[in-house]
């Protein structure tokens, strides 16, 4: 079995850009002087909830793609998988630090919130479809 290069880097990538992202979060608790939770303050919210969704994905997304890696599946692949996941959460991020989507509207949508939230979604289906289709097909 070798290891996991792709999804290492990833991972590393991954790590040090939630590590920035506490860093703006904490930026926000002393530029709003909160010290828990987000105090009703907009732009609080922003931060903690880019922080935590980064959170809330990286890990399952970054566990598929070592799966991925190490079941023999193209390099290629776990190299566009994993960096189409880093640039959908690169651009959550930065859609979530514009103010024009507090309420919905589907007109005026927040272009790179909405490619981050769907690739990532798109990114977790293929590659919990494909693992589920390599455990059920090649038994």
Do not use: C
């Amino acid at each position: 079995m070798e290891f996991p290069v792709v999804t290492a880097l990833v991972s590393g990538i991954l790590i040090i850009f939630q590590m920035l992202m506490t860093l703006y979060v904490i930026g926000g608790r002393i530029k709003y002087k909160v010290g828990v939770g987000d105090a009703g303050e907009v732009a609080m919210e922003r931060r903690i909830r880019a922080h935590g969704n980064l959170a809330e994905n990286a890990a399952l997304i970054l566990v598929g793609l070592a799966l991925l890696e190490l079941s023999g599946i193209s390099s290629m692949v776990v190299q566009i998988l994993g960096g189409w996941f880093v640039l959908a959460r690169l651009a959550h991020a930065i859609g979530m630090v514009e103010k024009k989507d507090r309420e919905l509207d589907l007109k005026n949508l927040n272009m790179a919130r909405e490619f981050g939230v769907v690739s990532t979604v798109l990114i977790g289906m293929a590659i919990g479809g494909y693992l589920i289709y390599m455990v059920v097909f090649s038994a």
